[in-house]
T-cell receptor
Framework: GNSVTQMEGPVTLSEEAFLTINCTYT??????LFWYVQYPGEGLQLLLK?????DKGSNKGFEATYRKETTSFHLEKGSVQVSDSAVYFC??????????FGKGTRLHILP | GAVVSQHPSRVICKSGTSVKIECRSL??????MFWYRQFPKQSLMLMAT?????????EQGVEKDKFLINHASLTLSTLTVTSAHPEDSSFYIC??????????FGDGTRLSIL
C-alpha cells in the first residue's frame, strides 16, 4: 500500500541555518505530494505541493522537488527563522480524496 | 483563504460521557469533509470521509457506533464520540474540501477523557 516515511525529529537548528527534512514515499500510481506544517496548538496548513515528477513546490522560502527516480520529496529552506518552528508533515494523495501522512518532523529553531 | 473552524478546541470530560465536535467551513460549501485522529508524536490517521447528505465512509478499524459522524449540511459536519473512555483521548482534526480543491484543515480538538 501507499506510505510516507520522513526523518524523525526533533530537528534543532540555529537561526539562518540550512534545513533539509527528508521524505520518501511508496505508491502504486503517480501520487501528488505535499508538505504540511502544524504550528503549536493549531491544525495543518498546506505549505507546498507538487503533482508530477520533476515539479518543484515552493512557498515561504521552502522548496521540495518531486523526484520519481528516488521516490523522494525532501523539504529544504536556505535560511530558517525562529518562526519556522513547527511540525512538518510529508504527505501523498494517490488520485482519490485520501491523504496519507508521514509521522511528522518537529523542528526547533534557536535564536 | 478558505477557513475551517472546529469547536471546541479543547474538551475534558468524564469517562462514559458522549462528546460532540463540530467542523464548519466558513467561506465555502464543502462537498466532502474528513475526520482525522492524531496521537502524540504520531501522524494523522484518517478515520472517516463524509459527504453531505450521505453516510460516512469509515476506515478499516474505526468503530462506526463509537464515532458517529453527521454531515448535515454543506458547511457542517459533526463527530460524536459516544461513551468516551480514556483510550479515546486524542487530538481530532477535521478537514473540508470543495470539488477537487485541496483539503483545508481545522485547528483541531484536544479531547481528554478522565
Amino acid at each position: 500500500g501507499n506510505s510516507v516515511t520522513q526523518m524523525e525529529g526533533p530537528v534543532t537548528l540555529s537561526e539562518e541555518a540550512f534545513l533539509t527534512i527528508n521524505c520518501t514515499y511508496t505508491a502504486t500510481g503517480y501520487p501528488s505530494l505535499f508538505w504540511y506544517v502544524q504550528y503549536p496548538g493549531e491544525g495543518l496548513q498546506l505549505l507546498l505541493k507538487a503533482t508530477k515528477a520533476d515539479d518543484k513546490g515552493s512557498n515561504k522560502g521552502f522548496e521540495a522537488t518531486y523526484r520519481k527516480e528516488t521516490t523522494s520529496f525532501h523539504l529544504e529552506k536556505g535560511s530558517v527563522q525562529v518562526s519556522d518552528s513547527a511540525v512538518y508533515f510529508c504527505a501523498l494523495s494517490d488520485g482519490d480524496d485520501k491523504i496519507i501522512f508521514g509521522k511528522g518532523t518537529r523542528l526547533h529553531i534557536l535564536p | 483563504g478558505a477557513v475551517v473552524s472546529q469547536h471546541p478546541s479543547r474538551v475534558i470530560c468524564k469517562s462514559g460521557t458522549s462528546v460532540k465536535i463540530e467542523c464548519r467551513s466558513l467561506d465555502f460549501q464543502a462537498t466532502t469533509m474528513f475526520w482525522y485522529r492524531q496521537f502524540p508524536k504520531q501522524s494523522l490517521m484518517l478515520m472517516a470521509t463524509s459527504n453531505e447528505g450521505s453516510k460516512a465512509t469509515y476506515e478499516q478499524g474505526v468503530e462506526k457506533d463509537k464515532f458517529l459522524i453527521n454531515h448535515a449540511s454543506l458547511t457542517l459536519s459533526t463527530l460524536t464520540v459516544t461513551s468516551a473512555h480514556p483510550e479515546d483521548s486524542s487530538f481530532y482534526i477535521c478537514s473540508a474540501k470543495k470539488g477537487d480543491q485541496p483539503q483545508h484543515f481545522g485547528d483541531g480538538t484536544r479531547l481528554s477523557i478522565l
